[in-house]
């Protein structure tokens, strides 16, 4: 092993490691292939819910990179109104709509909801945490006053 240079070793790994990654997506692909053959249908389904379980995914870890490059501290309550407004709308579309099968009307629906859920727990999140801020501030000018008293009382 003394006599094989880091060059050669690195060649040798890489060989290795993309032969492994070869082997793996063959096989992956070949069992995609049978899966497609015997249960066309439930391949498609799961397809689809696989896609767009990766799309919210995708959408979630999308808000929470805009959120760090705007303010750059990660705010995990944001996922609290994603999971509200997800299950208020499944609620409102099984509920008032009538939807309780994939369509095409139904995932309109949906979208219509998630915006509307959404931006209604933001604007609930939102006032409430303004009037927590100015009730603090109250509070806080409020501590001030006092110690001013107690101060000049003390002095004089």
Known sequence: MAGVTYKTRQLRRRYVERSFAT??????SFWLLINLIKSPSQFTEVTFTGLSNGILYALIALGYTLVYGIIELINFAHGDLFMLGGLFSAHFITLWFNQNHPSGAGY?????????????????????????????????????????????RTIS
């Open 23 to 28: 082997i793996a997506v063959a096989g992956g």
């Open 108 to 152: 309109g629906i949906l979208i219509l909801c998630l915006v509307a859920v959404m931006a209604f727990c933001g604007i609930i999140t939102k006032s409430t945490t303004v009037l927590m801020e100015r009730s603090t501030e109250m509070f806080s000018s409020g501590i001030l006053i006092l110690k001013h008293v107690s101060t000049h």
